[in-house]
C-alpha cells in the first residue's frame, strides 16, 4: 500500500532557501514545486517503477483533469543543497517501462506514449534554471477521455488508469536525486465547468485574446474569481487573470517569434477540496502572405502593407522617399501629399509595386 510522505520542504522564497532534511546523498536534487502537489504518496506496488528508482528519489501522486494545460516548476540544489545556478535540466515525460498511455503538446510539438518497452520516452530539451535554481516546463495533455474519478483525490487510481510517470533530469549528473510525478489524468463528473473555444487562429503580428467562462454547480457565473493561466508554446508564461461579473476570464497571448506556429492557452480555477476546474484553446498562428498597396484620398496617400511584421518597407511617392517598419500583420501608413497624380512605389525585400494613385483636393 502507499505510505503517506510529507511536502519537501526545498522551496524558494525570495532570496532564502530551506534545505531539504530529506535529502540523503551528497549529490545535487531536483525537487518538484509543493503548491503543485495537493496529496502526496511514496511510490508504492501499482506504480510500477519503484524498483528503478533509489532511495533519495521520491514518487507524488497528483489528479489532474483531462486535457488540461499546467507547469512543473523544479527546484535544483547543488550536493550542499545551496541553489544550483545556470545548470541544464531537462525533462522525462512518459518514462520508459511506465507504459503511459498519454499524449502531451509541448512547446508546439506532440509527445505521444512510452512503448512499454523500454525505447518509448520522449526528454524535453534542457532550460537553465533561474537565479533561485528553478526551471518551469509547461505541459498540455492532449488525451480527449480520462480514467474514472478515484473515489478519493488522496487515494489510488480508480480502474483504468491514464497516467503518466514524469522525471526531472540535471544533464549530465552521474547521480542527482528527484522527485518523480505520477499524473493521472480524470473525467470530470462535476456539474461546475469551465469552457472556452477549442481551437482559434491568428495572425503573425496580431494580439490574441482567449476568453474563458466559469460555471458553479448552480449552474450561475463563478465571479471575481482567481485563474492561473498557462502559455503553453510560442511566448510561453504563467499568470493570472480575474473573472467578471459574468464568470469571464480573458488572456492575452502573442507570438514574438514571426514565424507560425501552435500555442495552447490554458486556465485553471482551483478549488479546496475538489479538481480544479480547467479549459484550454489551441491556437494556431500564421504568417500572412506578403501584399503591397497603394490609394489615395482627399489630400492623403495611402500605403498598406501585409505579411511584413517587424520588416522594413522602402516607399517613394513621386520621388520622395520614405522608409517605415511594418508593426503588425497588417499596417497602414499616410503621408500627406498635394492634389493630382502621384506615382507611388512600395518596397518589402525583393517584392515590389508601382502605382499610380490621384489624391483629391
Not at 72 to 83: C, E, I, K, W
Not at 304 to 310: F, I, K, L, N, S
Request: charged share 15%; hydrophobic share 35%.
Amino acid at each position: 500500500s502507499s505510505s503517506s510522505v510529507s511536502n519537501p520542504s526545498a522551496q524558494v522564497t525570495g532570496s532564502t532557501q530551506t534545505v531539504d532534511p530529506n535529502n540523503k546523498g551528497n549529490y545535487p536534487h531536483i525537487r518538484l514545486e509543493t503548491s503543485f502537489l495537493a496529496n502526496n504518496y511514496d511510490a508504492s506496488w501499482w506504480d510500477g517503477v519503484w524498483q528503478y528508482r533509489d532511495a533519495d528519489s521520491r514518487a507524488y501522486l497528483k489528479y489532474i483533469p483531462v486535457g488540461s494545460t499546467f507547469s512543473l516548476t523544479y527546484y535544483v540544489t547543488d550536493a550542499s543543497g545551496a541553489p544550483l545556478i545556470g545548470a541544464p535540466v531537462s525533462l522525462i515525460v512518459n518514462a520508459n517501462y511506465s507504459c503511459s498511455k498519454t499524449y502531451f503538446a509541448y512547446d508546439g510539438a506532440l509527445i505521444g506514449p512510452d512503448d512499454c518497452n523500454g525505447g518509448g520516452q520522449s526528454e524535453l530539451p534542457a532550460k537553465t534554471t533561474d537565479a533561485k535554481g528553478a526551471v518551469t516546463f509547461t505541459l498540455t495533455n492532449t488525451n480527449t477521455v480520462g480514467e474514472a474519478m478515484p473515489t478519493s483525490l488522496s487515494g489510488l487510481p480508480n480502474g483504468k488508469e491514464l497516467g503518466t510517470n514524469i522525471k526531472p533530469n540535471l544533464v549530465g549528473a552521474k547521480e542527482q536525486g528527484i522527485d518523480m510525478l505520477f499524473a493521472h489524468f480524470v473525467q470530470p463528473t462535476d456539474v461546475a465547468k469551465a469552457t472556452g473555444a477549442v481551437t482559434q487562429t491568428e495572425s503573425v503580428g496580431n494580439v490574441h485574446t482567449s476568453t474563458f467562462s466559469f460555471v458553479g454547480a448552480d449552474g450561475k457565473p463563478l465571479a471575481n474569481q482567481d485563474v492561473k493561466y498557462y502559455i503553453n508554446g510560442l511566448d510561453s508564461k504563467v499568470g493570472f487573470a480575474r473573472t467578471d461579473d459574468q464568470g469571464k476570464a480573458t488572456v492575452i497571448s502573442t507570438n514574438s517569434s514571426g514565424q507560425a506556429g501552435m500555442q495552447v492557452v490554458g486556465v485553471s480555477l482551483a478549488r479546496d477540496g475538489k479538481l480544479p476546474l480547467t479549459a484550454s484553446t489551441t491556437i494556431t498562428w500564421s504568417v500572412p502572405s506578403l501584399t503591397l498597396m497603394a490609394s489615395a484620398g482627399k489630400g492623403l496617400v495611402f500605403v498598406d502593407v501585409a505579411g511584413a511584421t517587424g520588416k522594413k518597407v522602402s516607399i517613394s511617392i513621386s520621388g520622395k522617399l520614405y522608409s517605415r517598419t511594418a508593426t503588425s500583420a497588417s499596417t497602414e501608413f499616410t503621408f500627406a501629399a498635394s492634389q493630382g497624380k502621384h506615382l507611388v512605389k512600395v518596397a518589402v525585400g525583393a517584392k515590389s509595386i508601382a502605382k499610380s494613385v490621384t489624391v483629391r483636393k
